[in-house]
Nanobody
Framework: QVQLVESGGALVQPGGSLRLSCAAS??????MGWYRQAPGKQRELVAT???????NFADSVKGRFTISRDNAKNTVYLQMNSLKPEDTAVYYC?????????WGQGTQVTVSS
């Protein structure tokens, strides 16, 4: 069983930046990613990164967010720049390894003035 622990969520003003981190308790040999869920909406993909560091982004965050991972630390990061109120959501990380998909508990990001 792998546990994922997210951190870095906060209240930030529009145009600001945040960096989310997600640390896995065990080795991750598959893709890692970030998803988000706003109130009243379905969970949606934000970004993913393969073990070889190939990335994929939702159109809504392209050019503003970057995803990276440290395979030695089993950690994935989400750098969020130029934040908008519509980025407000609970952000979840996930990770796949040995045919299993794991999710973190989520971290709240609120973009508001």
């Amino acid at each position: 069983q792998v546990q994922l622990v997210e951190s870095g969520g906060a209240l930030v003003q529009p145009g600001g930046s945040l960096r989310l981190s997600c640390a896995a308790s065990g080795s991750i040999f598959g893709s890692m990613g970030w998803y988000r869920q706003a109130p009243g909406k379905q969970r949606e993909l934000v970004a993913t990164i393969t073990v070889g560091k190939r990335t994929n982004f939702a159109d809504s965050v392209k050019g503003r967010f970057t995803i990276s991972r440290d395979n030695a630390k089993n950690t994935v990061y989400l750098q969020m720049n130029s934040l908008k109120p519509e980025d407000t959501a609970v952000y979840y990380c996930n990770a796949g390894t040995f045919g299993q998909l794991y999710w973190g508990q989520g971290t709240q990001v609120t973009v508001s003035s």
